[in-house]
């Protein structure tokens, strides 16, 4: 088979390396890929976003299947697209995929189907939101309702922070069109969890939970990124709030989008809290997460292709989806000043033997050399049987991963590992 992965950072490369395991596939396409993917998969320079020759591409490279991972192409409508030229696809269509790319329309979905999460407003006039946050609850959560890189949600711990945010996302337009209209949201508290699924639109197989640790610095300070690391699974995540999940969010969110007319097929990623009031939706994203993805998938013992090839066909009641008893954690290995400013261009040295348990989010191959290109610029990862060995397994390969101006870390699971010991 002739695979097509659409994407370019650690959770494309993590795909890949579990697709290559299916013996049927004979080669991988990754659009664009980064140097590091170059190792699993063709890389071609064709940006995730121009659907168009994303399509062209498929098609003149005879394309079996093809996994669309990232967020901008769903929405934009990819999946669409290359159907549309008789391709199978793994991903949500742009009807599903509004999920994550309009909070408006996620959070009305929610409250219009009774399902758990935040009090909110909505504003599409900068002046109302201002006069709402005369008398709002603070903290609060301000939202654009667009795709924002995963830094459109701004949590506000004073009443000036928060008419800040709306000025910089309504007025000043931090995040372009996506800032047109905003949510204001209750401000939750209890414990994160993200929660991937595979649902062919009819029933839903969760993966395993994992913990994300989004804040840029040891002790969760620092800024917001899009993750330096994770756990899986969440100890906070119990067998009785798996099923409460199931039940009063898992199902009722696939069958709203099915009574919606927009039937939702693929990833579908659910990032919860664990209020004292019970677990609550957060957001939903409409593929796998990152990094989430680089410690759910290597747990995973059955074979990704079918998996997804069932998820496509809507067989997925037909197959057993096995996931390993074991624990796994992943280490960000960053550009120092990462989110803001970093620089680039340094050579990366990856020891032959970590290779198979490293993804690359951020390295571009130039003269033969790997050299970092983006913020996040890998994930390490280890499965061992407990959680300490696989937190311990992957500070010992980062020691041996080096490039100039590294920046990690160094607590990610000691937060899972405590809440572990109080159970």
């Known amino acids: ?26 080669q991988i396409y990754a659009l664009p890929g980064n140097g590091g993917i170059a190792a699993d998969a063709t890389c071609v320079n064709i940006a995730a976003t121009d659907v168009e020759k994303i399509v062209d591409f498929a098609i003149g490279n005879n394309i079996d299947y093809a996994v669309v991972a990232p967020d901008d192409p769903l929405v934009l409508g990819c999946v669409d697209a290359l159907q549309a030229k008789g391709i199978s696809c793994f991903g949500p269509n742009k009807a599903a995929a509004i ?8 959070k009305n979905l929610m409250k219009k189907y009774g399902i758990p999460t935040a009090a909110y407003e909505v504003f599409d006039d900068v002046d109302k939101a201002l006069e709402y946050l005369e008398t709002a609850p603070i903290p609060t959560v301000i939202k654009a309702d667009g795709l924002a890189l995963g830094k459109g949600v701004i949590i506000a711990m004073t009443r000036e922070e928060a008419k800040d945010a709306v000025i910089s996302i309504m007025q000043d337009k931090q995040f372009g069109k996506s800032g047109d209209n905003i949510v204001i949201e209750e401000f939750l508290t209890g414990p994160e969890v993200s929660v991937l699924s595979f649902t062919d639109g009819n029933v839903v197989v969760p993966m395993i939970s994992s913990m994300d640790h989004k804040r840029a610095c040891d002790n969760d300070t620092g800024l917001n990124t899009g993750g330096m690391g994770t756990v899986a699974p969440n100890p906070y995540y119990t067998d009785n709030i798996a099923e409460e999940c199931m039940q009063k969010i898992f199902l009722p969110t696939i069958r709203a989008m099915k009574a919606e007319g927009r039937t939702f097929k693929g990833c579908l990623y659910f990032g919860l809290m664990l209020t004292p009031n019970g677990p609550k939706v957060i957001e939903y994203n409409c593929r796998f997460g990152d990094p989430e993805t680089q410690v759910v998938l290597p747990l995973l013992e059955s074979d990704l292709l079918t998996v997804m090839q069932a998820v496509t066909n809507e067989t997925l009641a037909e197959i057993e989806v096995k996931f390993s008893n074991k624990s796994a954690c992943c280490v960000i290995m960053a550009s120092r000043g990462y989110p803001s400013s ?23 191959l130039k003269d033969g050399k790997l050299l970092t290109n983006g913020g996040r610029v890998l994930g390490v990862t280890s499965v061992e049987n407990t959680l300490k060995d696989a937190i311990g397994a992957s500070y010992e390969k980062v020691e041996k991963i080096k490039f100039d101006n590294r920046y990690y870390r160094n607590d990610i699971g000691a937060r899972a590992l405590k809440a572990g010991e109080a159970k």
């Open 1 to 26: 088979m002739n695979i097509l992965v659409v994407g370019g950072g650690g959770r494309e490369h993590a795909i890949i390396k579990k697709i290559k395991e299916n013996k049927t596939v004979e």
């Open 99 to 106: 999920i994550e790319g309009s909070k408006v329309f996620s």
């Open 342 to 364: 970093y620089e680039k261009g340094y050579e990366i040295t990856i020891p032959t033997d970590l290779l198979d348990s490293t993804y690359v989010a951020g390295a571009t």
